[in-house]
């Protein structure tokens, strides 16, 4: 595929479990971003990773968030006893290098729905 | 810390005229690049066109031409000849020059809707 892909498109869970959601960058990109879109927020960075660096994580809402991004490629976002505010579409984005002239290149998204 | 303001929630335009959304920016530094991205119900964002602020020209891609005022930290976007196509969520972008600033900076967005 040539662009970026998430998964899954959509997700619905109950209030205090954990969800897992993927995020498979343009092959090549070195750097990955993920943002949140929700209703009375709008689009909210959340972390960001570049190559091997440590990763950029002060957009993160609490420690129930978490990312990590194996062999420099696949990303996945983990929020830990999930809560009703959660719920939002959790948007993927990479770009090839990480520097101010890249465009970053977004994913369809993961619509998480917490009940 | 940089913000970006959309002030028009909403808009309509009539296929093939022209509209213009607003977008407005506060930020310290000189160093930058912004962006409008289009969101369609698909949800997948596509970047419509983007301006470096070290260029007085302002950026046109096909249709679609920005309005860069950096004195006033304003940068509208301008669609001729809408098409209904072209009906969609517009989200105005900011992202700093420095290298590890990556992330983009968003404002909430103007819905387009466009009449036949």
Known sequence: GAGVSQSPSNKVTEKGKDVELRCDPISGHTALYWYRQSLGQGLEFLIYFQGNSAPDKSGLPSDRFSAERTGG????LTIQRTQQEDSAVYLCASSLGGISTDTQYF??????TVL | AQTVTQSQPEMSVQEAETVTLSCTYDTSESDYYLFWYKQPPSRQMILVIRQEAYKQQNATENRFSVNFQKAAKSFSLKISDSQLGDAAMYFCAYRSGRGSQGNLIFGKGTKLSVKP
């Open chain 1, 107 to 112: 994913g369809p998204g993961t619509r998480l």
């Open chain 1, 73 to 76: 490629s696949v990303s996945t």
